[in-house]
């Protein structure tokens, strides 16, 4: 709801300092798009054998990278540089500063609740009932359509379907039970829950400092510094050992060892550049976002001596070596949406926009291909695998276009 009362932080605001970044960016849309259905690619894996090892993740301190320790990142950085759209475009239309901070929070409310619901999931479920996985997803997914699907502002029964959808989720709360007998908690709050804390930590950044970013940029540092103590050296040991400052920030803010936040502020940092540049020629700005790329990976490389490339530890050349991939990968989405070549990513185009709804999918089509007992095939492995996999994700896509059609599209 809009209000008038701001707080001083918020003062000063004029539509015309942000500019570019009150229009809705396709080129963000697309590499959100491409990566999600990456992300469903690499998280179906696991049905089919003889994967190539490129394709998997690698092990926690296994000195390396593979596609499925890629795509989480580059969502975080991809979510990053929507954040000064969202915001700005937030303002533009009027609302306060506090409602805006408390949008953020709603958000991340949402993120960490599917978050702890999809991660109690993952270890099966014997529930006090009777019930098993498949039941319990199909029901998660219906009550996360229920509270937080995109209603039509008019629609009279919206706040029955959401009590409805709460009221099942409290109900799998309390019948929930592990395999070993064990009640619904958050454990570590699953990638979503990962991905909402790194959300509210940008935003609400964001939001108090969008008219200082050298702030941000310093606060950017600041959480590689908290990674580069908070990170296993290629030693063993640790730059910081024992409780400190730096460990209880960390863990008061849910920030683990900044990994996550380090990818989502540099997408935040990334929008701000191209707003500050956007007046430059085409050319011009190619080769800044070309010597960022480069300094990216110079910095990973550098890091590289000290720490290894893992994504399990969350280690600094796994974030700057997947942020020089985004900046480039970006700037070649940009290159093309001004080329008028991004038009051929049209028929992917609900998987930028419906995201979370994307995500959703396959929880529902693995449950009711546990109904119907349908499993992979023994022959399906090798390339003939990764075709099955491929196909899968689009069929996630080609079922989030027909619910999103017929008004089933998560919002938070």
């Not at 978050?115 to 039941?135: A, C, K, P, Q, R």
């Not at 291909?369 to 689009?394: I, M, N, R, T, Y």
Request: glycine share 8%.
């Amino acid at each position: 709801m809009k209000t008038e009362p701001m707080l001083k932080i918020f003062k000063d605001y004029s539509v015309s300092d942000v500019g570019l970044l009150t229009r809705r960016n396709s080129a963000i849309d697309v590499f959100r798009g491409l990566v999600m259905l990456l992300m469903v690619f690499v998280n179906d894996l696991w049905t089919v054998r003889g994967v190539p090892h490129f394709l998997e993740h690698f092990s926690t301190f296994e000195d390396g990278m593979g596609l499925a320790d890629i795509v989480f990142p580059m969502f975080l950085f991809a979510m990053g540089m929507s954040v000064p759209y969202a915001v700005e475009s937030r303002f533009s239309k009027g609302f306060s500063g506090e409602s805006t901070l408390g949008h953020i929070f709603s958000r991340t409310f949402a993120l960490l609740v599917m978050g702890v619901f999809i991660v109690n999931s993952e270890g099966g479920v014997d529930s006090v009932i009777g019930y098993g996985t498949g039941v319990y997803r199909v029901l998660m997914v219906l009550a996360f359509f229920l509270i937080w699907n995109a209603y039509p502002k008019d629609f009279d029964a919206r706040r029955w379907l959401q009590t409805a959808g709460i009221a099942i989720l409290i109900f799998l709360a309390f019948t929930f039970r592990t395999p070993d007998g064990g009640y619904i908690r958050a454990g570590w709050w699953g990638i979503l829950g990962l991905i909402g804390w790194a959300y509210v930590f940008c935003s609400t950044a964001y939001v108090l400092l969008r008219k200082k970013p050298l702030s941000l940029l310093l606060l950017w540092l600041a959480l590689i510094i908290i990674n580069m103590f908070l990170t296993r050296l290629r030693s063993g040991h640790f730059l910081l050992t024992g409780p400190t400052f730096i460990n209880d920030m960390a863990s008061a803010l849910n920030l683990g060892n900044g990994s996550a936040a380090i990818m989502a502020m540099m997408g935040v940092l990334v929008s701000l550049a191209e707003k500050n540049i956007c007046h430059l020629k085409g050319s011009v700005r190619l080769v800044i976002a070309t010597a960022g790329s480069i300094l990216l990976l110079i910095a990973a490389a550098v890091s590289h001596n000290f720490w290894i490339i893992s994504k399990n530890l969350g280690s600094l050349p796994w974030c700057l070596y997947v942020g020089a991939l985004s900046v480039a990968f970006y700037t070649i989405l940009r290159l093309m949406e001004f080329s008028d070549r991004l038009t051929w990513f049209h028929p992917l185009r609900c998987s930028g926009l419906a995201t979370l709804t994307v995500y959703m999918i396959p929880y529902l089509l693995y449950s009711i291909s546990g109904f119907l007992d349908l499993h992979s095939p023994q022959w399906l492995e090798g390339p003939v695998g990764l075709v099955k996999c491929a196909l899968f994700s689009l069929l996630c896509l080609a079922v989030t276009t027909l619910i999103v059609k017929y008004g089933c599209r998560l919002k938070i």
